[in-house]
T-cell receptor, first 113, second 109 residues
Framework: DSGVTQTPKHLITATGQRVTLRCSPR?????VYWYQQSLDQGLQFLIQ???????AKGNILERFSAQQFPDLHSELNLSSLELGDSALYFC????????????FGNGTRLTVT | GQQVMQIPQYQHVQEGEDFTTYCNSS?????IQWYKQRPGGHPVFLIQ?????EVKKQKRLTFQFGEAKKNSSLHITATQTTDVGTYFC?????????FGTGTRLQVFP
């Protein structure tokens, strides 16, 4: 158990809809990262937060947004969903932003129909 | 942007054979991390290398960081079926942790 909690585990929704994925980092970790993993593909970096502030941005679509709240949990919002957004979305946390090891949650599997 | 490539993409070995995956970055890395993702699971941190030319061992696994800090390798001696999974390297030129393309290892008993 990595200590990182992601909900929900599975999400099935239709094109055009909006969903919110939630992540609670490991106790004591200040940094939260979001990654997208399409079927049998690598891990695409989306965005990173450190202690409530956006720290780094990857190839995150404009339809996607995220935030980290004062209690350090994070949410990833995906809107105007397309079939191609179907993927496994991982949240990871680390102690700080200085490249410490990442601890991943079990992921949210999003299926857009 | 930064790219981190791994070769090979897939590797099938007989149990007991050795396995090596190579990681190459287009930019110099401040450090490199290795992760393992079992089928159906999430990536799990294995090790971090920081110094140029650094070599670290974990039982049957040997990790190496290149002198120029742009490449790395993971070598598994005498693979076992428990080694099955995808191995990712990850490097941060800045605060982003960019993952390599991964090498999927299949071990046949």
């Amino acid at each position: 158990d990595s200590g990182v909690t992601q909900t929900p585990k599975h999400l099935i929704t239709a094109t055009g809809q909006r969903v919110t994925l939630r992540c609670s980092p490991r106790s004591g970790d200040l940094s939260v990262y979001w990654y997208q993993q399409s079927l049998d593909q690598g891990l695409q970096f989306l965005i990173q937060y450190y202690n409530g502030e956006e720290r780094a941005k990857g190839n995150i679509l404009e339809r996607f947004s995220a935030q980290q709240f004062p209690d350090l949990h994070s949410e990833l919002n995906l809107s105007s969903l397309e079939l191609g957004d179907s993927a496994l979305y991982f949240c990871a946390s680390s102690v700080n932003s200085n490249n410490s090891p990442l601890h991943f949650g079990n992921g949210t599997r999003l299926t857009v129909t | 942007g930064q790219q981190v490539m791994q070769i090979p993409q897939y590797q099938h070995v007989q149990e007991g054979e050795d396995f090596t995956t190579y990681c190459n970055s287009s930019t110099t890395l401040s450090n490199i991390q290795w992760y393992k993702q079992r089928p159906g699971g999430h990536p799990v941190f294995l090790i971090q290398l920081v110094k140029s030319g650094e070599v670290k061992k974990q039982k049957r696994l040997t990790f190496q960081f290149g002198e120029a800090k742009k490449n790395s390798s993971l070598h598994i001696t005498a693979t076992q079926t428990t080694d099955v999974g995808t191995y990712f390297c990850a490097g941060p030129p800045t605060d982003k942790l960019i993952f390599g393309t991964g090498t999927r290892l299949q071990v046949f008993p």
